[in-house]
């Protein structure tokens, strides 16, 4: 399947496309979805179990062993061809890239990220007093099911990650400029994302209320496919590099 050439041609003219990704953008690195119900992050564990900072107050331990896994395996996979066509389309578009996901691999693929807004696995804070914690947590090879977080050299607190939880509020710039860009750019792309989560999912309307055109890169329909201009189905790793040639002005 290719874009109508209508879209084609946007793509082509387009100088500023802001990017949403979520989980879907790092499935092909190896990083499991959330919601994906075989083998998503979520199949094993109950969100509101981990995911939240009441449960992080009460079993500091179990949780802090959880993110210890992630971060071993997000240390341990690469940048896919999705991020980086991206990373590529950034070298000849203003290109800005706002994110759910809580890895690094934009930035390692070479990306400029304008948001992280669900914060980032890597920045580290205390849990009671928030000052950041700049040190690599020590990641033995067989992560028990608990492991005790640091503690804040301050304050004695728990070290957390820098993500955000359920029922905590966004970081407040990442998301004024998130909105920004999608209110200003000429054309949006949102990728390997659900949309269940807000207010991340309401961000395509930022656009498409402007009548900016939105394309959207899934193999399956999510909460967004039946709002956004063009479906077009596929993976990350399949779709994007096609849209870099596009952008370019040649033939797909
Ligand atoms: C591919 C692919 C490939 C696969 N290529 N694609 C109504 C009821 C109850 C609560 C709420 C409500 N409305 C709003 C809320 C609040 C809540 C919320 O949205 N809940 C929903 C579940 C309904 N939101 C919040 O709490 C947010 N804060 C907030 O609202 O503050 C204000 C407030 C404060 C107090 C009270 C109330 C309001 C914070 C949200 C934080 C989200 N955090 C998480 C987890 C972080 C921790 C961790 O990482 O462990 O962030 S949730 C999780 O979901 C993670 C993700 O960033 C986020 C989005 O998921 P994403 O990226 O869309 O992944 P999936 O798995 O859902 O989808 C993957 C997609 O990829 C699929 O479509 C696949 O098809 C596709 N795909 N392979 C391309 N190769
Ligand atoms: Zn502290």
């Not at 971060?71 to 066509?85: D, T």
């Not at 991206?86 to 948001?115: C, M």
């Not at 407040?172 to 909105?179: K, L, P, T």
Request: negative net charge.
């Amino acid at each position: 399947m290719s874009l109508p050439a209508a879209l084609q041609l946007a793509l082509t003219e387009a100088r500023h496309i802001a990017v949403l990704t979520g989980a879907g953008m790092s499935a092909e690195s190896g990083v499991p979805t959330f919601r994906d119900v075989r083998d998503g992050l979520w199949a094993k564990y109950d969100p509101m179990t981990l995911a939240t900072e009441e449960a992080f107050a009460e079993e500091p331990d179990l949780v802090w062993a959880w993110y210890l896994r992630r971060a071993q395996l997000i240390r341990s996979v690469q940048p896919n061809a999705g991020h980086r066509a991206l990373a590529e389309l950034g070298t000849f578009k203003k290109v800005d890239v706002i994110t759910q996901n809580v890895d690094d691999l934009h930035e390692r693929a070479g990306s400029r990220v304008l948001s992280h807004v669900h914060g980032g696995l890597f920045d580290y804070r205390c849990f009671d007093c928030a000052r950041p914690w700049q040190h690599d947590p020590e990641i033995p090879d067989e992560i028990p099911e608990r492991v005790s977080p640091p503690r804040c050299r301050a304050c004695g607190g728990w070290i957390r990650p820098g993500i955000v939880w359920f029922g905590e509020v966004l970081p407040r710039r990442a998301f004024e400029d998130a909105v920004e860009a999608c209110s200003t750019c000429d054309i949006m792309l949102v990728v390997g994302t659900s949309g269940i989560v807000q207010p991340a999912g309401s961000l395509p309307f930022a656009a498409l209320e402007r009548g900016t055109p939105v394309i959207e890169v899934n193999p399956e329909e999510s909460r967004l496919s039946d709002y956004v201009t063009h479906w077009w189905q596929g993976t990350a790793a399949e779709i994007l590099p096609r849209v870099v040639t596009i952008a370019r002005g040649q033939v797909d």
